[in-house]
């Protein structure tokens, strides 16, 4: 039995069958779980300042481009918070769930061609409000800056040639405390993992970066072992530790994993007041056919300038009951 359960923080495990498991009957199922697996029962702020480009943070989605300057160049292009943009090119919609950057690139400084052109990743300046340099030499200047809705934009692509497009655009989420909070960069400071059965307590794994190397503690139960588990039942292999995750306000996330790999999903707040996130399977983020039920919600808590996400989830294989309970830890830092 393998869980990728580094993975399952942001997205839910398509080969899983995922069951509701709030019932008083199944929680008692599964004693002796630790304290530090479960989230605090109250949902408050962390002391984050905003960072460099919280103001400027916005998507602008492609309605209408230029005539005659031949064919969209993307679809979309979103800048965050931290500094660095997103676009999605025509290309997404052939993309496949897990984008790759190229040639095993790294999240350093530069720009990064994701998986073979469906996805542009780099960095931005900004000039003057509304005005903004991208690291692959094209440059966005949104004519009605703060205005929700239609409006248009001229597009330097890389050639020089200015082109007018209409994009829609949506300011209206930026004064929320709750965005800010999240809409960020994260260091991955550690991923832990409790892995039950109905019968009994079968392990504990903990993963975290130590001189950028992947570091990791398994302690397997004698009930674990005598059933055949071993550490791979646990933890994941420590090319899929998640170093680094950006939320965007606009309902976009990126992992960057210790590999070199990285995957662009979706997420919302599905309770705001609890600190409830829900986080999509990483996909063609425009498709409108793809399955919705992929998707996993977590228990978010924020202290000092660390986030904590909570889930839990269960499966069912050769008629055994598993549990498993994970925490990932991170710091507000690129």
Same mark, same amino acid.
């Given at each position: 039995?393998?869980? $990728? ?19 008083? *009957? #199944?929680? +008692?199922?599964?004693? @002796?779980?630790?304290? $530090? ?15 460099? =480009? ?7 989605? !492609?309605?209408? /481009? ?7 160049e993307f679809k979309s292009i979103e800048l965050f918070a931290d500094g660095h943009f997103l676009i999605t090119t025509p290309k997404a919609k052939n993309s496949s769930k897990r984008a790759r950057l ?7 400084? &530069?720009?990064?061609?994701?998986? #073979?052109?469906?996805?542009?990743? @780099? ?6 409000? @509304?005005? =903004?340099?991208?690291?692959? $030499? ?8 703060? !205005? ?23 300011? $209206? ?17 550690? +991923?832990?993992? /409790? ?31 005598? /059933? ?12 899929? =530790? ?8 606009? &309902? ?5 994993? +210790?590999?070199?790999?990285?995957? !662009? &999903? ?6 705001? +007041? ?40 269960? *499966? ?19």
């Amino acid at each position: 039995m393998k869980k $990728n359960v580094i993975y399952s923080f942001i997205i839910a495990i398509a080969s899983f069958a995922f069951m509701a498991c709030s019932s008083d *009957d #199944n929680e +008692q199922q599964y004693i @002796g779980v630790p304290e $530090n697996a479960k989230p605090s029962s109250k949902f408050t702020f962390g002391n984050f300042d905003d960072e460099k =480009y919280a103001n400027d943070a916005v998507k602008m989605d !492609v309605k209408t /481009w230029g005539n005659g300057n031949g064919a969209p160049e993307f679809k979309s292009i979103e800048l965050f918070a931290d500094g660095h943009f997103l676009i999605t090119t025509p290309k997404a919609k052939n993309s496949s769930k897990r984008a790759r950057l190229n040639s095993r690139a790294t999240d350093f400084e &530069g720009t990064f061609d994701i998986d #073979n052109g469906a996805y542009i990743y @780099g960095t931005f300046t900004c000039v003057k409000k @509304g005005v =903004y340099i991208l690291s692959n $030499n094209t440059k966005i200047e949104i004519k009605d800056n703060g !205005v929700t809705g239609y409006t248009k934009v001229t597009y330097t692509n890389s050639k020089g040639v200015n082109i007018t497009i209409v994009v829609d655009i949506n300011f $209206n989420y930026k004064p929320e405390p709750v965005i800010r909070q999240i809409c960020r960069s994260w260091r991955m400071d550690s +991923q832990e993992v /409790w892995l039950y059965t109905d019968k009994a307590y079968i392990g504990y794994g903990k993963q975290w970066l130590e001189m950028l190397r992947v570091k990791q503690d398994v302690k397997i139960t004698p009930e674990g072992k005598l /059933w055949g588990f071993d550490e791979d039942d646990i933890l994941d292999d420590k090319g899929d =530790y998640c170093r680094r995750v950006i939320f965007s306000p606009c &309902g976009t996330f990126i992992c960057f994993y +210790q590999d070199g790999e990285v995957e !662009v &999903g979706r997420w919302e707040w599905k309770d705001k +007041q609890n600190g409830i996130l829900r986080c999509w399977e990483p996909f063609d983020l425009d498709d409108d056919d793809d399955d919705d039920d992929d998707y996993m919600d977590m228990t978010v808590r924020f202290e000092g300038k660390q986030m904590r996400m909570y889930c839990d989830y269960m *499966d069912e294989e050769d008629d055994i009951n598993y549990k498993v309970y994970s925490v990932s830890t991170f710091s507000a830092r690129y």
